[in-house]
């Protein structure tokens, strides 16, 4: 069983930066590849960014690629989520997912086995 908690959300200017964290809980954290993704008002989840076991890959959707960066500590169980240049458009809540067995690169929003409560960012104009 894993259990995962993000936070670092919060309110931030156009333009602006934050930084998200997801904890987990668990034994065998360094075996999960991790993926972050967000949902707004209406919309469905959609996928941000994936990176693997040991952190040697990632991968990021276009609307972000440039300004997000994906990163992990094993030792300390966490993945984080580097957010810079911020725009109105990436208001959302984001969350954290854990895959064990990845069968393509990135997984698929539907094969995550395991999913955070989410944390709220938003971007004012």
């Known amino acids: 069983q894993v259990q995962l908690v993000e936070t670092g959300g919060g309110l931030v200017q156009a333009g602006g930066s934050l930084r998200l964290s997801c904890a987990a809980s668990g034994r065998t954290f360094s075996r999960y590849t991790m993926g972050w993704f967000r949902q707004a008002p209406g919309k469905e989840r959609e996928f941000v960014a994936a990176?693997?076991?040991?952190?040697?890959?990632?991968y990021y959707a276009d609307s972000v690629k440039g300004r997000f960066t994906a990163s992990r500590d094993n030792a300390k169980n966490t993945v984080y989520l580097q957010m810079n240049s911020l725009k109105p458009e990436d208001t959302a809540v984001y969350y954290c997912?854990?895959?064990?067995?990845?069968?393509?690169?990135?997984?698929?929003?539907?094969?995550?086995?395991?999913w955070g409560q989410g944390t709220q960012v938003t971007v004012s104009s």
């Open positions: 990176i693997t076991r040991s952190g040697g890959n990632t």
């Open positions: 997912g854990a895959k064990l067995y990845v069968s393509s690169w990135p997984p698929n929003r539907d094969e995550y086995d395991y």
